[in-house]
């Protein structure tokens, strides 16, 4: 019988269960589970439903019958803080809450922040954890027992071992890079109680078998194991890029667009920060230099806007019709901060094309399109930049996760890079999950280049060529120079 692993993917629009079968050097995906997640706002607080995720995840783990392994990836970043005894005394608050940013603002007042990102390689994004931890009362820290992330949280509901695993703990912005640990000087700045942060856990360690409670609630059998995967959901999807050749970059597109490459070695220098990249932990301790872009947040929010007004709006239809409006009707900066919180997204991406002197989109299908022409100028934008530090020119994209399967948006993003797209697979996140959990159990051989070639074994990219001249989207990115703000419209 094949080996069943099954890969636990929690991503900010839905969680997923998918049950991963190894075929020698290949490993095959099938959804078992897929339930929505979105943060909604309690007492002040913007929280994630920790607790309706973990139904999710036990509902679709019940669905399973048999696994050698379980592996956890999540979005980065968020917490939850365990009392004395185990207990889940704070949920995890969610990044887009805007505690982190008012702290953000008052620790950088305090901290040196280029020195920082010198150590860290953490870009200081407003809901990093070391902010958000910073934004606390210090009644909550002391309080806590431990902080787990989420992923790291629902392995521990699983297994009963708490565990920090590497490639998400680099995300926190508070590990040295050099060292691997956590950077004591920032946690003391940022009012962190020492051993609230338990050691870090290598990415690939089997952190036991399921608990026996949960051997029966889900009927599963009691040996099955709990493995500390890329935890992190973007070092999964990167661990399962298919790579073909050098000289490639990825795109990570979902909730977020995270544009990168991996390195052996960071790149800290002011020029990286100010250009707003960071330095990740990837699966076998590699850099992962990547940029984050507000990605399919701005499509998906908009939609929920939508719906909440009683319009019936299905994706699909919407896509097809985007493909109708004129390219690059309209742009915008998917990064301004205006677009972060949830609400009435195609009000302020209107509101963004006002101010720069555009013509702002007014039905469904130009909002659509103007988000799809904006993530693959912002795509341009950060593969140029990316070839700047690196110094190494990309030829190849490859875009993996949901937006891989959105073929107006990987086609916009050749035309606007001038680059071959290789999309897929929409579902790497749940693949690279799976690779790391079947290479800490033996299934297939260690090392970067063996879980590649099964990366490439297990996928089947489609192909995108560039089509049509750069001049335009060089003409549209000049639209959103600060300048252009100033225009009359
Ligand atoms: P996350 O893990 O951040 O929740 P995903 O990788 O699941 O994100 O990607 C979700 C996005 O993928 C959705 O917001 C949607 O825009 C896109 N997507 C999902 N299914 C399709 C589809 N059939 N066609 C086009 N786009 C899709
Ligand atoms: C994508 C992601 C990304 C982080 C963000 C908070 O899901 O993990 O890598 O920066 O969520």
Redesign the pocket.
């Known amino acids: 019988m094949r080996p069943l692993l099954a890969a636990v993917?929690l991503?900010?629009?839905?969680g997923r269960v998918m049950a991963a079968s190894v075929e020698g050097d290949r490993i095959d995906l099938v959804e078992a589970a897929r339930f929505p997640?979105r943060a909604v706002p309690v007492h002040g607080r913007l929280q994630w439903d920790a607790l309706g995720l973990w139904a999710g995840v036990l509902d679709g783990l019940a669905s399973l019958g048999e696994v050698a392994a379980i592996g956890v990836d999540a979005?980065a970043v968020d917490y939850g803080l365990l009392d004395a005894r185990g207990h889940l005394a704070s949920g995890p608050v969610c990044y887009r809450d805007p505690r982190g940013a008012r702290a953000r603002d008052a620790l950088l007042a305090r901290v040196d922040g280029t020195a920082a990102f010198a150590r860290t390689g953490i870009q200081h994004q407003p809901f990093n954890t070391v902010f958000q931890l910073a934004a606390e009362h210090p009644a909550t820290l002391a309080a806590a027992d431990r902080l787990l992330l989420v992923p790291d949280l629902i392995a521990y509901w699983l297994s009963g071992t708490a565990a920090c695993e590497a490639t998400n703990a680099s995300t926190t912005g508070l590990v040295d890079l050099t060292t691997g640990t956590w950077d004591d000087a920032l946690c003391e700045a940022a009012g962190i109680p020492a051993g609230l942060l338990g050691p870090i856990t290598p990415t690939g360690t089997v952190l036991g078998t399921i608990a026996p409670e949960i051997a029966a609630h889900t009927g599963l059998n009691a040996d099955a194991r709990v493995v500390a995967t890329a935890s992190h959901?973007t070092a999964a999807a990167v661990a399962a890029v298919p790579y073909e050749g050098d000289s490639a970059a990825y795109i990570s597109?979902?909730?977020?667009s995270l544009v990168g490459t991996e390195t052996d070695r960071p790149v800290t220098t002011p020029a990286a920060l100010a250009a707003g990249f960071t330095n990740e932990r990837g699966a076998d301790g590699s850099i992962r230099l990547l940029r984050n872009v507000a990605g399919?947040w701005l499509?998906?929010e908009s939609i929920r806007t939508w719906t909440a007004r009683g319009l019936d709006v299905d994706?699909?239809s919407l896509?097809k019709a985007a493909a109708d409006v004129p390219v690059l009707r309209s742009v915008v900066d998917p990064d301004d901060p205006a677009f972060t919180e949830p609400g009435d997204m195609p009000a302020r991406i209107a509101a963004h094309c006002a101010r720069t002197g555009q013509t702002p989109p007014a039905t469904p299908a130009e909002v659509a399109a103007c988000v799809i022409d904006s993530l693959a100028l912002a795509h341009r934008k950060a593969l140029e930049a990316l070839e700047a530090l690196t110094g190494s020119p990309v030829a190849t994209v490859h875009i993996v996760?949901?937006?891989s399967?959105?073929t107006l948006l990987c086609q916009r993003t050749a035309d606007a890079t001038g680059r071959t797209v290789l999309a897929g697979p929409?579902e790497a996140?749940a693949l690279g999950n799976a690779l790391v959990q079947a290479q800490a159990l033996g299934l297939i051989p260690a090392g970067p280049q063996a879980r590649r070639d099964a990366a490439r074994a297990s996928a089947r990219p489609r192909r995108h060529e560039p089509q049509g001249p750069q001049g335009p989207w060089e003409k549209a990115a000049r639209r959103l120079e600060p300048s252009a703000a100033d225009r009359p419209a």
Not at 11 to 14: E, I, L, R, T, V
Not at 253 to 256: A, F, I, M, P
Request: proline residues 4%; aromatic residues 8%; hydrophobic residues 30%.
């Open positions: 993917d991503g900010a629009s839905s997640n979005w959901d597109s979902g909730t977020w399919l499509l998906s994706l699909p896509l996760g949901g937006g399967k959105n929409d996140t």
